[in-house]
């Protein structure tokens, strides 16, 4: 049974910073794959925050880049985002998501974290 626990949502000030983490379980035998950040602010679609690839290739939303960076630990399998310079249009609820195969990679699923407030305040 796969989960996604995530940790380091909260409020702050316009321009500061916050540190989201993200820790799988469930997965052994199985292969993590494409690890990312969503998010959804009220009244709008989940939207693609960034991206990591098994090998650390990263991909950005436009209105992040230079700002947010994402990382991951295979060793732990976490995923963190690393947001500075935040701003009030940043304020969503934040959803990690994993791409996790079967060991002989017949069969991929798609995990998501329960998701965790982000509010900025100018």
């Known amino acids: 049974q796969v989960q996604l626990v995530e940790s380091g949502g909260g409020s702050v000030q316009a321009g500061g910073s916050l540190r989201l983490s993200c820790t799988p379980s469930?997965?052994?035998?199985?292969?993590?794959?494409?690890m990312g950040w969503y998010r959804q602010a009220p009244g709008k679609q989940r939207e693609l925050v960034a991206t990591i690839t098994s090998g650390g290739s990263t991909d950005y939303a436009d209105s992040v880049k230079g700002r947010f960076t994402i990382s991951r630990d295979n060793a732990k399998n976490t995923v963190s985002l690393q947001m500075n310079m935040l701003k009030p249009e940043d304020t969503a609820v934040y959803y990690c998501?994993?791409?996790?195969?079967?060991?002989?990679?017949?069969?991929?699923?798609?995990?998501w974290g329960q998701g965790t407030q982000v509010t900025v305040s100018s």
């Open positions: 998501a994993v791409d996790v195969s079967s060991i002989t990679r017949t069969v991929t699923s798609r995990y």
């Open positions: 469930g997965t052994i035998f199985r292969i993590i794959n494409d």
